[in-house]
């Protein structure tokens, strides 16, 4: 490929990209202006981000995938929007794949007998123009515990590339893993788990 070629598909490319910039997706960040109505978990961009403190030396991260369920979201009468979400738990990954198998092994998880962690909403109430703390119940490794998720909604519209109407949030909640029965080298990896999602739903209907 000559130098021009080049240049001309490296520009191509770049022109390419930007139609796929913020700007041209037309999101809207008011989460009062989202189309209510039913939301399906889009799993590709849906991720559950936990961390533990190990040793009292560094913070260690990991991260769950796959995710599915459904979002009944109401703007205008936000107490009346539901959440259900699974997460596989077999789809935990680190940055040591000696770690990750561990995970999911009796030890700790044990992905084989509770496969699936799941979190179902109780309650939804507004604490800002985009902000709302959300109550409900998470089951992790056969135990049932309340838990509440500070939710952040970052923006809606059409996904350019799949021309599909999407809204997305962020969630933060701390849980301490001893309440579900995984209890493994506390207190030198903590017991408190730090959690931050990062949630996409596409509209349904």
Same mark, same amino acid.
């Given at each position: 490929? #000559?130098?021009?070629?080049?240049?001309?598909? *490296? !520009? @191509? $490319?770049? =022109?390419?990209?930007?139609?796929?910039? %913020?700007?041209?997706?037309?999101?809207?960040?008011?989460?009062?202006?989202?189309?209510?109505?039913?939301?399906?978990?889009?799993?590709?961009?849906?991720?559950?981000?936990?961390?533990?403190?190990?040793?009292?030396?560094?913070?260690?991260?990991?991260?769950?995938?796959?995710?599915?369920?459904?979002?009944?979201?109401?703007?205008?009468?936000?107490?009346?929007?539901?959440?259900?979400? #699974?997460?596989?738990?077999?789809?935990?990954? *680190? !940055? @040591? $794949?000696? =770690?990750?198998?561990?995970?999911?092994? %009796?030890?700790?998880?044990?992905?084989?007998?509770?496969?699936?962690?799941?979190?179902?909403?109780?309650?939804?109430?507004?604490?800002?123009?985009?902000?709302?703390?959300?109550?409900?119940?998470?089951?992790?490794?056969?135990?049932?515990?309340?838990?509440?998720?500070?939710?952040?909604?970052?923006?809606?519209?059409?996904?350019?590339?799949?021309?599909?109407?999407?809204?997305?949030?962020?969630?933060?909640?701390?849980?301490?893993?001893?309440?579900?029965?995984?209890?493994?080298?506390?207190?030198?990896?903590?017991?408190?788990?730090?959690?931050?999602?990062?949630?996409?739903?596409?509209?349904?209907?």
């Amino acid at each position: 490929m #000559t130098r021009v070629s080049f240049l001309l598909s *490296t !520009t @191509s $490319a770049l =022109l390419a990209l930007s139609a796929f910039t %913020p700007a041209s997706a037309q999101t809207i960040n008011t989460a009062t202006l989202v189309k209510p109505g039913t939301y399906a978990v889009e799993p590709a961009h849906t991720q559950v981000g936990f961390s533990v403190l190990h040793f009292g030396f560094t913070n260690y991260f990991g991260i769950f995938s796959n995710a599915s369920g459904a979002l009944e979201f109401n703007p205008q009468a936000p107490a009346a929007s539901r959440l259900s979400v #699974t997460i596989p738990v077999a789809s935990v990954q *680190t !940055t @040591s $794949a000696r =770690l990750t198998d561990e995970l999911k092994s %009796p030890q700790w998880f044990d992905a084989a007998k509770f496969p699936n962690a799941t979190f179902v909403s109780t309650s939804v109430k507004l604490s800002g123009v985009n902000e709302a703390t959300v109550n409900g119940t998470l089951t992790l490794h056969g135990v049932t515990k309340p838990v509440t998720l500070s939710v952040h909604f970052l923006g809606a519209g059409v996904n350019p590339m799949d021309k599909k109407y999407t809204a997305g949030f962020e969630a933060t909640a701390t849980i301490n893993r001893s309440d579900f029965g995984i209890k493994t080298y506390v207190p030198y990896v903590s017991d408190t788990v730090n959690l931050r999602i990062a949630g996409a739903f596409e509209k349904q209907d």
